[in-house]
């Protein structure tokens, strides 16, 4: 018979099968020779006891044969001679999401990158990173993968309702990704890991028939009569098709002024901006695990080594704003994550092992219209001036070549230099500096107020031997692309859709991979109708 079964394992138990069978065959009474095998279904930790517990949640294989998982996988067409095609801009998670849901029923996509290929993107890293050149159309937010590839491969969302997240996660293992993300609670790939699926997905969209081109920035089109009838691209190409997908994400400024220079409608919309702060991880796994209990805990002390890296999640109302952390990355790296030259913008990585020294987080506050008043001027790019502007701040308080300003986690709230920083992953380096000089006043008051009522909530958070770093300022866009809310093109534009994190509706690797999916279903079914 088969029977799904919960769990509750050390650690150290949980990492060994015949451990599991063993615990297995106790909880149904029966004997281990009995266990023939068994699939997890869910996994979580909960570090709330005295010992922290490995929860697993698996269908077990009880006196008949085991059988390995049966993993969907879905087929892909040949599109070559479809009679409809679509242009998708952009080859983050939504522009290849689309792309692939495209193929799926029976459409050509032609994926336009503005950047390289992950092979290539990654030589243009190691010069940001090591001689602080930054190439402006290949770098953490530009080339194939998008600003996904190289922020974390996180895969865990609230926004189930957008779309099929189980088809998502599937589609991630078909190319690649370790089954594991099926059943974890908190699923992570990892940024040495996501290039190469990436890779599976561009060699199956053209394998189908798809096209996929790099060096394809888009720099003006032309419509008439409410629909697009051509794009333009910077090597002067021209590209024509029966629809497009707009999937540039949530740093393609230009896009946002070319639909406002030609009167197309786009909306300032609210967005996080703040710091990367970064501890050392063993302290973080120190306040999470709480192994201040576990001095006379036996047990719990040999447990200690199998605990994965610990993660934390926080928020905070400051004076009526929201102060939280964004991508949080146990074992993880920052990253400087700029797009333009003289702007300093940082974010955060891990690798699939997350064995990396440090934990860092962006600690953020919601940047809401009255706050842009000074920028009012800018209409809808009101926002994006504001981030801009202290994009700036940052990159010249560092000093040039992507430095970063820097400040130790007390001297930030107590408006002190720091006269030495500890050390950091970042690495162009950092620069002590004080970062209320960076930062707009409420931004810096708000920050360094949660930083308090953090340290109260996890004792040993709030403490010099953190590092912030300064900018966090790409969490989401600062505009929005409109469109119908049931035909999903712009209201303007009938056959323009906007798409995933840059258009405004989504926040993450699996939420813009669900709206892309999402409007490339809307386009086949107005096909089909």
């Known amino acids: ?13 949980a990492m060994s099968e015949n451990t599991i069978c063993e615990h297995i065959a106790s909880s149904v009474g029966e004997q281990p020779r009995d266990i023939s095998g068994f699939h997890i279904i869910k996994r979580s930790l909960d570090a709330r006891s005295s010992t922290p517990r490995i929860i697993l949640t698996v269908l077990a294989f009880i006196r008949e044969p085991y059988f390995p998982r049966e993993n969907r996988i879905i087929s892909f067409p040949d599109v070559t001679k479809a009679s409809k095609k679509v242009i998708v801009i952009g080859a983050g998670p939504a522009g290849l999401f689309a792309a692939l849901k495209l193929i799926e029923s029976g459409i050509q996509p032609i994926v336009l990158e503005r950047g390289k290929d992950v092979r290539a993107r990654r030589r243009d890293l190691a010069l940001l990173n090591k001689e602080g050149i930054l190439n402006p159309e290949s770098n953490y937010c530009f080339g194939e993968g998008g600003a996904g590839t190289y922020s974390d491969g996180k895969l865990y969302t609230r926004s189930t309702k957008r779309g099929n997240l189980e088809r998502i996660l599937q589609l991630f ?80 400024r230009d896009i946002f002024h070319i ?21 050392p991880q063993s302290l973080i796994n120190s306040i999470q695990y709480r192994f201040d209990r576990l001095i006379h805990d036996a047990v719990g002390q040999q447990e200690k080594k199998w605990l994965p890296p610990a993660a934390y999640s926080l928020v905070e109302q400051v004076n ?75 990159f010249e308080a560092g000093g040039g070549k992507f430095v970063a300003p820097a400040q130790r986690m007390e001297d930030f709230v107590n408006r002190k230099t720091s006269t030495r920083l500890p050390d950091c992953s970042y690495l162009p380096g950092v620069h002590s500096c004080s970062l209320n000089e960076v930062l707009p006043d409420f931004v810096y008051e708000s920050i360094a107020k949660a930083f308090i009522f953090f340290g109260k909530k996890m004792k040993g958070y709030y403490t010099n031997e953190a590092i912030v770093v300064a900018t966090e300022s790409r969490t989401s866009s600062p505009v929005r692309i409109p469109r119908d809310p049931k035909l999903l093109h712009h209201p303007q534009i009938r056959n323009l859709f906007p798409c995933g994190e840059g258009a405004g509706y989504a926040g993450g690797i699996v939420s813009a991979a669900m709206d892309g999916e999402r409007i490339a279903a809307a386009l086949a079914n107005r096909w089909a109708k």
């Open 320 to 394: 009526k704003h929201a102060v939280f952390s964004f991508c949080m990355c146990p074992g993880g790296i920052i990253a400087p994550a700029s797009t333009s030259q003289q702007e300093l913008v940082v974010n955060g990585w891990s690798p699939s092992k997350r064995n990396n020294p440090y934990a860092n987080s962006g600690i953020v506050t919601t940047i809401e219209e009255n706050h842009l008043k000074s920028f009012s001027t800018h209409g809808a790019l009101a926002g994006l001036h504001f981030q801009q502007s202290v994009e700036r701040k940052a």
């Open 173 to 252: 293992v078909q190319f690649g990704a370790d089954e594991n993300i099926l059943y974890e609670s908190h699923p992570h790939i990892g940024t040495n890991k996501l290039p190469h699926i990436i890779t599976a997905m561009r060699e199956q969209i053209r394998d189908c028939g798809g096209q996929f081109l790099f060096g394809k920035k888009v720099i003006d089109f032309t419509y008439s009569d409410d629909a697009i009838r051509s794009i333009k691209t910077a090597d002067d190409d021209n590209f024509s098709a029966d629809g497009y997908i707009l999937a540039t994400g949530h740093s393609a």
């Open 259 to 279: 639909l406002n220079k030609k009167k197309i409608k786009i909306e300032a919309k609210p967005f996080a901006l703040g710091v990367r702060i970064e501890h």
């Open 1 to 13: 018979m088969q029977k799904t079964i919960q769990l509750q394992l050390l650690p150290s138990e």
